[in-house]
């Protein structure tokens, strides 16, 4: 039997395990509200259930594969009750849903019982076999899983769970601020500029093309499957060099900044208006979460700012509130100092002093109310407005002498 058979059944077992389980856990829910003990949910699924004529083929595959979507399953309960209980922040997590043939993506889990590294590069699972592997980049460390996952173009990926020991750089004083923007990617504070690439845009008429191809196919017909898995390619193909840029932007960005201060952008309420695409294409919660998981990793900072902080409004340089600007307006000369400013470079500024800010704020440091953040280079201004509007929001609970408050 060949791999791709081999790793197509498993992935129905695989999904027919998660399903079985998730009606017993849904059944006894409604039954007497009670949670099945995994011992026994793994019993009825997984052992008996190759028992029975209708499920004897579970045993054609490798048992560590069924058993790690029953821990899935779990997980998935578990985010959903933590997200219910506001425990687990970010998105709500709904509950968990049965898996569908259909699915666009499939996927199976081996656990350090289930896989090999074989020392010629190949991937040893177990009952599919020896798999050849293109390696995107060398494994850091030993793997203590490894998720197989069908994409609906047709590709197979593999990605391994690894225990990365921290690897933290030596401390830097250089910080940033940057403003994400859709005409320019980013402006940092230090004046770089880091152009947007644009990837959806710029390989648009590709995808239309195979779009139209798609759509003149007579549905159910092999030629529709073969140009619809030609689409999705076209997308994949979008998606990983967006990936492979966002890895290298931030990790030039952890690598020169002990800390990195964002502004955060309401991503999902920006996605709503007409400049969806754009939004989308420009990949800003990605952007944060690498910059963030890095930032972990190196022993580095990452600061995000309140979204209402008027960054475009205040003058760098003096700390005056200026007044709104309308989106055209790309430089303006600040009313009371007259330093002219480009509008991005003085958002990076201002979201690089509120970061500094906050930080000072939230380790207890020598920040008190009204007293104004020193600027680089700048003179130190005392009672400014935006100061003073911040610490209103956001009270320093260490207080101002930095001891603990019991
Ligand atoms: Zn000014």
């Not at 920006?270 to 969806?276: E, F, V």
């Not at 919660?285 to 979204?307: C, N, Q």
């Not at 100092?337 to 800010?357: F, P, Q, S, V, Y």
Request: net charge positive; charged share 30%.
């Amino acid at each position: 039997m060949g791999q791709r058979q081999a790793l197509a059944r498993t992935f129905g077992c695989v999904r027919v395990v998660y399903n079985d389980a998730l009606t017993m856990r849904k059944q006894a829910w409604i039954v007497d509200r009670s949670k099945v003990p995994a011992g026994a949910l793994a019993k009825s699924v997984i052992t008996d259930a190759k028992k029975t004529e209708a499920r004897s083929w579970l045993g054609s595959v490798s048992v560590d594969a069924l058993q790690s979507s029953l821990r899935d399953l779990d997980a998935a309960y578990r985010n959903f009750f933590d997200s219910l209980s506001g425990k687990r922040a970010g998105h709500r997590s709904g509950l968990p849903r049965f898996k569908s043939r259909k699915d666009n993506r499939q996927s199976l889990r081996f656990s350090r019982n289930g896989f090999r590294l074989r020392s010629n590069g190949k991937l040893n699972l177990a009952k599919i076999g020896d798999v050849r592997v293109k390696w995107s980049r060398a494994l850091p460390a030993d793997p203590s899983s490894v998720t197989i996952v069908l994409d609906r173009s047709g590709r197979y990926h593999a990605s391994f769970v690894v225990d990365v020991e921290l690897d933290h750089l030596p401390e830097l004083d250089t910080e940033v601020g940057i403003d994400l923007g859709l005409t320019t990617y980013a402006v940092c504070s230090d004046g770089t500029v880091i152009d947007n690439p644009r990837f959806l845009r710029k390989a648009e008429k590709k995808l239309k093309a195979a779009q139209r191809e798609l759509s003149r196919k007579a549905k159910g017909s092999k030629n529709r499957a073969k140009a619809r898995r030609k689409v999705a390619k076209a997308h994949a193909k979008v998606a990983d060099t967006r990936m492979d840029w966002l890895h290298k932007q931030t990790t030039r960005l952890i690598r020169e900044n002990q800390s990195v201060y964002l502004e955060d952008l309401n991503v999902r309420g920006l996605a709503r208006t007409r400049l969806a695409k754009s939004v989308y294409d420009a990949g800003w919660s990605t952007f944060r979460r690498l910059l963030t998981e890095k930032a972990a990793r190196y022993g580095r900072h990452v600061g995000v700012i309140g979204r209402f902080e008027p960054t475009s409004q205040v003058c760098s340089a003096c700390g005056v509130l200026d007044g709104p600007k309308p989106l055209a307006v790309r430089e303006w000369t600040c009313t009371a100092c007259g330093t002219l400013h480009d509008r991005d470079l003085n958002a990076a500024r201002n979201i690089l002093a509120a970061g500094r800010a906050d930080r000072l704020n939230a380790c207890g440091g020598p920040v008190r109310p009204g007293v104004a953040i020193p600027r680089q280079a700048q003179p130190v201004e005392t009672g400014t407005h935006r100061n003073a509007g911040r610490t209103g929001r956001k009270p320093c609970a260490a207080g101002a002498a930095g001891g603990p408050v019991l």
